[in-house]
């Protein structure tokens, strides 16, 4: 498959990964009726050979068709079309896309105002050095791994137990959303960015500064994933459309 550029939410062109492009096609094809609900997707084999690409990056495509609502995997038997329109509400492990934005509003803002007020040195410490992982980190596992401790480090400067208890529950449903949000939304160095304005405001010990890069971190991670999921133009399929579909 071609590689092509895609539109962030800032309007920026990138370059779409593999696996971007193959979640587009089959999306594509899905929401066209090229495979109606009800239909079982071709084997991984077959797909990794008409579309030229390898059983990871096909796998990958296809849990995110999942995450999307668009398919379900079925033990033994394959992966078939339950709806032909993606989901406005995406599910990360246990919890859905808005039960986890509506619990980080309430919690990850104000932990963000107490770590301001309360972080030690040894905190500043830790999440400088995260960030500087992350700014160099170009693998997605990695950085993704990274991007919870980031997180968790967060609320332990806030110095309430509860607050970094209630991140670890989330902990799996947060790395699963952060690893979508950064193959399909080229996320990372915007999330970064972000990651930084925190860290400064914590160093400061600005209680204001920090609450409202939070805020607007999660605000981006909100428009980001509801960018993705919105449901893609239908227009008229491409001759490498025809010859994949």
């Known amino acids: 498959m071609n590689l092509s550029d895609s539109q962030t939410a800032g309007d920026v062109p990138r370059r779409i990964s593999a696996m971007e492009a193959v979640l587009h096609h089959l999306r594509g094809a899905i929401e066209r009726g090229d495979y109606a609900v009800g239909d079982k997707l071709p084997s991984e084999a077959e797909l990794c050979r008409r579309l030229e690409v390898s059983r990871p990056v096909l796998r990958e495509a296809l849990r995110a068709l999942q995450t999307m609502g668009l398919t379900v995997s079925r033990t033994g038997k394959g992966t078939f079309v339950v709806s032909d329109g993606a989901v406005a509400d995406p599910t990360f492990g246990d919890y859905a896309a808005s039960d986890l934005l509506e619990v980080r509003r309430h919690v990850e803002i104000p932990v963000a105002g107490y770590a301001a007020v309360r972080r030690t ?6 999440l400088t050095h995260l960030l500087e992982r992350m700014e160099q980190e170009t693998d997605t596992t990695a950085w993704v791994a990274m991007d919870s401790l980031f997180h968790l480090a967060v609320a332990q ?10 991140i670890e529950e989330i902990r799996d449903a947060l790395a699963r959303q952060s690893a979508f949000l950064n193959e399909l939304g080229g996320r990372r160095e915007q999330s970064n960015r972000e990651h930084r304005a925190i860290v400064e405001a914590l160093v400061d010990s600005s209680e204001h500064d920090a609450v409202e890069a939070m805020r607007h971190h999660l605000a981006r991670v909100e428009t980001t994933l509801t960018t993705i999921v919105r449901p893609q133009h239908r227009t008229t399929p491409s001759t490498e459309d025809e010859d994949h579909a």
């Open 121 to 126: 040195p040894e905190d500043l410490d830790q």
């Open 157 to 166: 400067a806030a110095r309430n137990p509860v607050f970094r208890r209630v």
